[in-house]
Structures are given as structure tokens and as C-alpha cells.
């Protein structure tokens, strides 16, 4: 059974703190991907890595950072926390390639900044 | 660049009925895949059908299905015999089959639809 997993369902930070949101996928995919899911936005790429140590900003880049430093864990970084960041965070893992491959989600973890 | 758009912030059906979702996009590409993927309350997104431009047939699963209409760049989902279970968030995405050479596989999500099914 595929799987993606994240490392926190809920997190609570103060404004400024450096937060870590960890994603970890078992299927062996080259591409993984951050995204932020907010009411009426729907979800909007922030970062996404095609292969390890590779990065590319999404949609949304600004106050995060990303890491990539093995094939199956994508980290994602709030260097200062901000109100707000405050949203549901999603992860995502895909094969890569030309064909219609689906991504497979993580469970998010829902980030509240104080 | 790609948009995705769905109209409709909320839906509701009755159980057995049949509802459609609407969604429609704008691409400049010629070769692309579009997605529909269902998010239930507090579970992991999964995805439900998928339909790859170039071809002229709807995509079909069970009791999903999709009205693929390319020159309106319209993609619906119709779901058959509504069960309680479908109660989700559903969100129609886009990708371009070949992102500049990359393939990155790359997604645009719609705003998402709350679909509701009463019993």
C-alpha cells in the first residue's frame, strides 16, 4: 500500500519561531511537492524537488525553504513564522515523466501560527 | 500558464441521485491530463478519475465519470447513485504532458467544490 506520510497532523507555533514540516514517501518517486491549502484558494504549489538535493519554487515560494537531502524525504522550512502561514499543509509525492501520473497525497498537517 | 477554475463553492444530493461538478480551464498547450481528485473530511486527498486530452472518450470509473469538452476546455465530473461516502471536497487539476522538457508533472488545482450527500 502506497504511502505518504507527514510528520505532524497539527502544530502550533509562535510568530518568528523556525518551524520544520517533514514529509517522508515510500514508493520510490522522483518528484515530491509542497502545498498550502486555504478556503477558496484551493491548493497552490509553494515548492516542489524532481530529484534529490533538486528544487524549484512553485506558485508560492515566498517565507519558505525547502530541502531534499535523500529521495524519499522533502522537507519544508518556515525560516520566521508569520500569522499569515497559517493553513493546511500538504505534501505530495509523483513518479516522473510524461504520463498522466497521479500524485498521492500526505494526510497535511494544519499549522496554526500564534 | 494554467487556470483551473470551479465555479461552484458547494453542492449538495441526495443519496442515489446523480450530481455534476463543474470545472473549466485555460491552457495554451495542446497535449495535457486533466485530474479530478476527491479530499473527504479529515482523510488524504485520492484521486478519483483522469482524463488525457487527446483522447475523445469521457473517462469512466464505476460511478464516475467525466464530460470532457476540449474546445470549451470544459472537464465535469458526474457521479452516479451519490452515497454518503462520497461526501468530500473535489478539486479538478491540470498538468501539461510535457513541462518544457522536464516533466515535472506539475499540477494547477481549482478553488475546490464541497459536495455534500444527504441520505
Redesign the interface.
Known amino acids: 500500500d502506497v504511502k505518504v506520510t507527514q510528520s505532524s497532523r497539527y502544530l502550533v507555533k509562535r510568530t518568528g519561531e523556525k518551524v520544520f514540516l517533514e514529509c517522508v514517501q515510500d514508493m520510490d518517486h522522483e518528484n515530491m511537492f509542497w502545498y498550502r491549502q486555504d478556503p477558496g484558494l484551493g491548493l497552490r504549489l509553494i515548492y516542489f524537488s524532481y530529484d534529490v538535493k533538486m528544487k524549484e519554487k512553485g506558485d508560492i515560494p515566498e517565507g519558505y525553504s525547502v530541502s531534499r537531502e535523500k529521495k524519499e524525504r522533502f522537507s519544508l522550512i518556515l525560516e520566521s513564522a508569520s500569522t499569515n502561514q497559517t493553513s493546511m499543509y500538504l505534501c505530495a509525492s509523483s513518479r516522473r515523466g510524461q504520463g498522466p501520473y497521479e500524485q498521492y497525497f500526505g494526510p497535511g498537517t494544519r499549522l496554526t501560527v500564534t | 500558464a494554467q487556470t483551473?477554475t470551479?465555479s461552484q463553492?458547494e453542492m449538495s444530493v441526495q443519496e442515489a441521485e446523480t450530481v455534476t461538478l463543474s470545472c473549466t480551464y485555460d491552457t495554451s498547450e495542446n497535449n495535457y491530463?486533466l485530474?479530478w481528485?476527491k479530499q473527504p473530511p479529515s482523510?488524504?486527498?485520492?484521486?478519483v478519475i483522469?482524463q488525457?486530452a487527446y483522447k475523445q472518450q469521457n473517462a469512466t470509473e464505476n460511478r464516475f465519470s467525466v464530460n470532457f469538452q476540449k474546445a470549451a476546455k470544459s472537464f465535469s465530473l458526474k457521479i452516479s447513485d451519490s452515497q454518503l461516502g462520497d461526501t468530500a471536497m473535489y478539486?479538478c487539476a491540470s498538468r501539461n504532458?510535457?513541462a518544457g522538457g522536464?516533466?515535472?508533472?506539475?499540477?494547477t488545482?481549482?478553488?475546490?467544490t464541497i459536495l455534500t450527500v444527504h441520505p
Open positions: 483551473v470551479q463553492p491530463y485530474f481528485y482523510r488524504q486527498m485520492i484521486l483522469r488525457e478539486f504532458s510535457n522536464t516533466s515535472y508533472g506539475k499540477l488545482f481549482g478553488q475546490g
